[in-house]
């Protein structure tokens, strides 16, 4: 059977159309030749698809990376400007936070 491709391969319908021996053995040659052309190529895809996969995977990796600096960054700064309030200051600016929904801690 030719199956499902973009050429042309020995299917039924070579049967009915009256090719000679010659020109099925020309066909033959050239869907043979297409594919191992589309296998290669297929395999070239995925070889593609690997370096993408491994490119997406990095820039995750950088993308989380920085996300944490923010974080620490965040936190930082809120350690340090704790450091500057009264004990007053920081209970009532904790409990506005709670309030608010945004737990600091």
Request: with cysteine.
């Amino acid at each position: 059977m030719g199956g499902y491709s973009c050429a042309p391969g020995n299917g039924y319908w070579t049967e009915d159309i009256g090719f000679i021996h010659e020109q099925r053995t020309r066909i033959s040659t050239t869907v043979d030749q297409t594919r191992e052309a589309k296998w290669a190529l297929m395999g070239a895809m995925l070889d593609e698809h690997a370096c993408v996969q491994s490119s997406m995977d990095a820039g995750y990796r950088a993308m989380r990376d920085l996300l944490r600096k923010i974080c620490t960054t965040a936190a930082d700064v809120y350690i340090q400007i704790e450091t500057v309030l009264l004990q007053a200051q920081r209970d009532r600016l904790c409990d506005d936070w709670h309030r608010s929904g945004q737990m600091l801690r």
